[in-house]
């Protein structure tokens, strides 16, 4: 391997093909998301479906790098479809490994080895997207202060306006009220 100075060209190329692997691996999710609605609601029929969705992504991913290995040339817009599918393979491909890896108990849980936290971590499954943190039910707050109102030269110059202007305020006039 050699590290040089990027020509134009390469500089294209190499943009061309990361802006085809973004949209590839968006459109990939987006064919998902098209093609699988779950109904079911009982546990045979969501692990059924599970298995659906499964087989779905493998075979999105095969055919985004099938794909790319059937795009040929040396133009911006082979690069685009070779970067497409290059996109849509690996996308699919992580979600497949995600579930399995999910199915097989890797975990991120402190109790875990680190080797499995490590492989965890690599597939996605120990993110913080995944904690209580964002997936959990927050607590709904309502204001947690009391709105005072502050000394204008609104007060002086138009006392009824300012008044008005503060019960207009969708907030503040539950608060007044």
């Known amino acids: ?9 390469v500089i294209v190329d190499t943009l061309a093909v990361t802006g085809g692997g973004f949209v590839g691996g968006m459109f990939s999710r987006a064919v998902v998301g098209f ?24 075979g999105l991913a095969v055919v985004g790098i099938v794909a790319a290995a059937c795009a040929t040339g040396k133009d911006p817009v082979t690069s685009f479809a070779k970067g497409v599918g290059y996109g849509m ?24 080895s680190k080797s499995k936290q490590a492989i965890a971590n690599a597939v996605g499954l120990g993110c913080a997207c995944n904690g ?9 707050r309502g204001l947690r202060f009391t ?17 008005k202007s503060m019960m207009s305020h969708p907030l503040l006039s539950e608060a007044y009220a």
């Open 1 to 9: 391997m050699d590290f040089q100075k990027p020509s134009e060209p």
């Open 35 to 58: 093609i699988h609605t779950p109904a079911a609601t009982d546990e045979a029929g969501m692990k059924k479906e599970e298995n659906a969705l499964l087989l779905k992504r493998g």
């Open 89 to 112: 393979g690996l996308v699919q491909g992580l979600e497949v490994v995600k579930v399995l890896a999910n199915r097989g108990g890797v975990t991120a849980d402190a109790s875990a």
């Open 132 to 140: 209580p943190a964002l997936n959990g039910r927050r607590k709904q």
């Open 147 to 163: 709105p005072r109102h502050e000394y204008s030269n609104m007060d002086t110059y138009a006392p009824a306006l300012a008044a």
